[in-house]
């Protein structure tokens, strides 16, 4: 098993910067990817920005390109999302998911590929 947990979120302006953090802890050796995704409310679940666990590779979703930044810290188990230039069509509940099956190829865009979440982590953008 592996288990996440996210932690950053908060209220911001619109403009502001924010870093969200995501602990990985348990089966660490089986992950192959973690990845962001967001809930916003009334809206499905969508992908954000995924890292390959080994590589550092990393995809955005074109919301996210340009202004977010994935990192991963192996050696601390951590994941990381750095946040910048935040509007309103950012708030929304941020999870951390891991993927404990190997992904032939780039990160995956596709919930379903990931086992493992968190229980999120509230991002409110006031404009």
């Known amino acids: 098993q592996v288990r996440l947990v996210e932690s950053g979120g908060g209220l911001v302006q619109a403009g502001d910067s924010l870093r969200l953090s995501c602990s990985v802890s348990g089966r660490t050796f089986t992950i192959d990817a973690v990845a962001w995704f967001r809930q916003a409310p009334g809206k499905e679940r969508e992908f954000v920005s995924g890292i390959k666990w080994s590589s550092g590779n990393g995809d955005y979703s074109d919301s996210a390109k340009g202004r977010f930044t994935i990192s991963r810290d192996s050696a601390a188990k951590m994941t990381y999302l750095q946040m910048t230039g935040l509007n309103s069509e950012d708030t929304a509940i941020y999870f951390c998911?891991?993927?404990?099956?190997?992904?032939?190829?780039?990160?995956?865009?596709?919930?379903?590929?990931?086992?493992?979440w968190g229980q999120g982590t509230q991002v409110t953008v006031s404009s």
């Open positions: 998911a891991a993927a404990g099956i190997r992904i032939p190829g780039g990160v995956s865009r596709v919930q379903s590929r990931y086992q493992y």
